[in-house]
């Protein structure tokens, strides 16, 4: 049986999270709120617990997970070498969706690493998960609460869809603010490097660190690391993703759909708000993202608007992109995981 409890985002009952904290001290799955998504947690020094988490999701052992804590003096307790910058990054973007990848402490499990010589940290912005941590008196190991390469969720309904009865307390805080998963920095590079681009825009890490790299799946390459599979955050439905400059999209959009309803195909765009007029005379199903000049209502909506047109039962979903620049970029790396690969490349007129 899993239990769902209301908490205040805000304030959380203190007696709610001592339920909470003690089902994890003793091995248990506790799913909470973060900032970005709902997170699935568990006692992340426990390698029993692990071992559950990992079951619970169907996740393989080969994908690391990340540790979360709520203060600075926990860090070097997980990670062996921490060079100056961490200091200045946490100082400036913790408690908030950014994960850092450095060397890792003997303490920190193998299962929670994967094996890796490093190990994943973050502080998240939310006082529930932040008074969960504390509380349990041990960091928190929380991938996203979906089942392994589904959509991640960003509600406590979500995280039941998947996870009822495998996992023992959901704490339902109302929807995430943020609603895809944080940015992940290696530091352990020559140059530091974003594993996965996330709610911590490039733009605001480059301010303090100076020029990172992007492993940037819209040039694919190589994973650089364990867990990093393409196929990632999918629905069910078949789902395309249109790549190319903001000016290009629509036109092509319009005629791609067009070119799929006449294939027979039930067709559902996942656009924005601006896309709309130009396929008002489609008979295709539309999940409107919100303007395009608002990445973060585009970021939040991104996840639900999936798994609602997943649910219509239709042949295809057509998707676009939302450029590189801030959220765009981690909009993008979402949708074309969640496609598993399969996009339509629209290139600049030379
Ligand atoms: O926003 C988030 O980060 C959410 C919330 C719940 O905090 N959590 C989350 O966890 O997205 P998960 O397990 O779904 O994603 C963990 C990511 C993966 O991309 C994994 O490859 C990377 O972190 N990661 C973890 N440990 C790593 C390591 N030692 N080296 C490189 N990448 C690592
Ligand atoms: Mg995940």
């Not at 209301?6 to 909470?32: H, K, N, Y």
């Amino acid at each position: 049986m899993t239990r769902v409890i209301s908490i205040d985002p805000e304030r959380p009952d203190p007696g709610t999270i001592a339920r909470a904290a003690e089902i994890l001290r003793a091995g248990g799955l506790v799913a909470f709120p973060t900032e970005t998504v709902y997170g699935l947690g568990a006692d992340g020094l426990n390698p029993k617990a692990l071992e559950r988490l990992f079951a619970a999701k169907g996740r393989p052992p080969t994908d690391p997970v990340i540790l979360h804590i709520a203060d600075l003096e926990t860090l070097p307790r997980l990670a062996r070498e921490i060079p100056p910058p961490v200091w200045t990054l946490a100082q400036r973007f913790w408690p908030g969706p950014l994960t850092l990848v450095l060397p890792k402490q003997p303490a920190v499990p193998d299962l929670a690493t994967a094996g890796l010589p490093t190990v994943a940290v973050r502080m998240p912005a939310h006082p529930v998960a932040l008074a969960l941590i504390r509380a349990a008196g041990t960091p928190i190991a929380a991938p996203s609460a979906n089942r392994f390469g589904h959509v991640s969720p960003t509600t406590a309904r979500h995280v039941l869809e998947d996870l009822e009865s495998r996992i023992d307390l959901i704490l339902d805080a109302g929807p995430t603010a943020i609603g895809v998963e944080s940015t992940v920095l290696d530091l352990t590079r020559p140059v530091p490097t974003i594993l996965r681009p996330g709610g911590l825009p490039r733009e605001a890490l480059e301010a303090v660190l100076g020029p990172v790299a992007v492993f940037d799946r819209a040039v694919a390459g190589p994973a650089p690391s364990p867990g990093m599979s393409p196929k990632h955050y999918a629905p069910r439905t078949e789902l395309v993703v249109l790549l190319g400059p903001k000016e290009r999209l629509r036109p092509h959009l319009r005629e791609i759909a067009r070119h799929y309803v006449q294939q027979g195909h039930r067709v559902g765009l996942l656009i924005a708000e601006e896309d709309r007029a130009a396929v008002a005379d489609l008979p295709v199903e539309v999940a409107i993202l919100g303007s395009e000049a608002d990445l973060a209502g585009i970021a939040r909506r991104l996840y639900p608007a999936l798994r609602e047109l997943d649910q219509r039962g239709l042949d295809l979903i057509l998707a676009r992109e939302f450029g590189a620049e801030g959220l765009g970029l981690a909009i993008r790396d979402r949708l074309i995981r969640a496609a598993g690969g399969r996009v339509i490349r629209i290139e600049e007129p030379s």
